[in-house]
């Protein structure tokens, strides 16, 4: 929960330090500009998710030498296509962005605002890219408290920058991208030398006694992208959805696009840290499902459920309840204070609303069922764009209002999935009986 809540603390100092500067246009700047970014970037967060489970195979599978050098080779793999895909998204940083501000609607001061945040955080694509692969591989290996200190070592370095950069240098928008830029490359050093202390040896000597043959074996590098295809295209599909959600906004003017991203930085921490929970599912599903115990799989459910249940109805009480001065810490524009307080209370039903999607997320990765993942967020999001352009006479209130319904249209997609899981599993716990001695 705590590596959890470390992730979205980059948007909100970015969105505070800008915000603190009374300048909605650049707030509303950097809203859009981050949109984009998170859209590039994330769409290949496969880097992260794909390597914590194979690392945690090939660390469980290791009986010698051998597995032991495939786990490095595993990081080996997944930070040269980090960097190489970064450093191609730096090279077509250009055309990129322009045809994101072709899409993305925003007036002329929030798209320049934009564009300059965008520019500097293109900076950084490589590094971000591969910290995705760090952090996914000491994950898997259970090095949780190291997974920790890369996260808030970014965080830290992405402050300090940020408010140098705006408050010290001026730099406006720009200055909250170049920060977070050079924080993401400060974070891959720091990554370096967490893995020379978990493998006794640093990035340079690992390459050099790694087998060529090994890291280039062209099944384990076909696995390394097979594995995650139906998560990539299931985050993608959500990224779309978060996009249009801001550009829905954007629509609305520059107030309700800032005062919007303000907003969905309370969204973004209660979905993070409850993530943990279906984190969790995760593991627990995944071994009820090997083990082939349907009362096993029924109590990971129930117990994560209640949990993440729990914890959602203390997020919406305590957005409620403390909203409006999180709200004036994170921007000065009375415009923007007073969009943001008039919508705070959808925010604040996203954590109850949302629990029950990002459950079942951990539930269906537990149990390795990438097509249901990959349809649920597919037709969710269809559905949502739908709803959105429906919604559109009741202005920033059917742009809420559709995005509230689109985590109801994902958690029932995964839960007609569920019937056939738990038919699946009592067949295979069945055969199982059946079969033992």
């Not at 707030?27 to 489970?53: E, K, P, Y």
């Not at 930070?79 to 090279?91: H, K």
């Not at 952090?135 to 898997?140: A, K, M, P, S």
């Not at 115990?293 to 959602?312: C, H, I, K, N, Q």
Request: proline share 3%; net charge neutral.
């Amino acid at each position: 929960m705590l590596g959890q809540a470390s992730v979205p603390l980059v948007g909100v100092v970015d969105t505070a330090v800008i915000g603190r500067t009374g300048d909605a246009a650049a707030l509303a700047g950097v809203a859009l500009g981050a949109t984009i970014i998170g859209l590039v970037f994330w769409s290949f967060g496969f880097l992260r998710m794909g390597m914590t489970g194979l690392t945690a195979q090939a660390l469980g599978e290791s009986d010698g030498t051998g597995e032991r050098a495939e786990v490095e080779a595993l990081l080996l793999r997944a930070l040269g296509i980090g960097l190489g895909l970064g450093a191609l998204i730096l090279l077509l940083s250009a055309p990129i962005a322009r045809l994101a501000f072709a899409v993305m609607a925003g007036g002329e001061s929030v798209t320049a605002d934009a564009g300059a945040y965008v520019e500097a955080r293109f900076y950084g694509a490589p590094s971000a890219l591969a910290v995705f692969a760090l952090n996914g591989w000491l994950l898997g290996l259970g090095r949780t408290r190291a997974a920790l200190a890369l996260q808030v070592t970014m965080n830290a370095a992405n402050v300090a920058l940020d408010l140098w950069f705006v408050w010290g240098l001026d730099m406006g928008a720009y200055g909250v991208g170049l920060g977070t830029a050079l924080a993401e490359w400060f974070a891959l050093a720091v990554g370096l030398v967490l893995v020379g202390h978990v493998t006794g040896a640093n990035i340079l000597a690992l390459a050099r006694r790694t087998p060529r043959a090994l890291l280039l074996d062209r099944e384990r590098l076909v696995r390394l992208f097979a594995v995650n295809r139906d998560i990539m295209i299931r985050t993608i599909a959500l990224l779309a959805l978060f996009a249009w959600f801001a550009n829905a906004g954007a629509r609305q003017g520059a107030e309700a696009l800032a005062a919007n991203h303000v907003l969905m930085q309370f969204v973004n921490v209660a979905a993070f840290i409850l993530d943990a929970f279906a984190f969790t599912a995760e593991q627990r599903v995944g071994a009820a499902v090997g083990a082939r115990d349907r009362e096993g799989f029924g109590r990971a459910v129930r117990l994560t459920g209640e949990f993440a249940l729990a914890s959602g109805l203390a997020f919406s009480a305590l957005f409620l309840l403390a909203g409006g001065p999180v709200i004036d810490l994170l921007t000065t524009d009375a415009g923007v204070r007073a969009a943001a307080r008039a919508f705070l209370p959808f925010a604040a039903l996203v954590p109850l609303i949302g629990m029950p999607s990002w459950m079942l997320d951990g539930v269906f990765i537990g149990a390795t069922r990438g097509p249901a993942l990959r349809n649920a967020a597919f037709i969710a999001t269809l559905l949502y764009i739908a709803l959105d352009l429906a919604l559109r006479p009741h202005g920033n209130t059917g742009v809420w209002l559709a995005l509230l319904a689109s985590y109801l249209l994902r958690a029932g997609g995964l839960a007609l999935y569920l019937p056939g899981l738990l038919r699946d599993l009592g067949q295979r716990q069945h055969q199982g009986t059946q079969t033992s001695p």
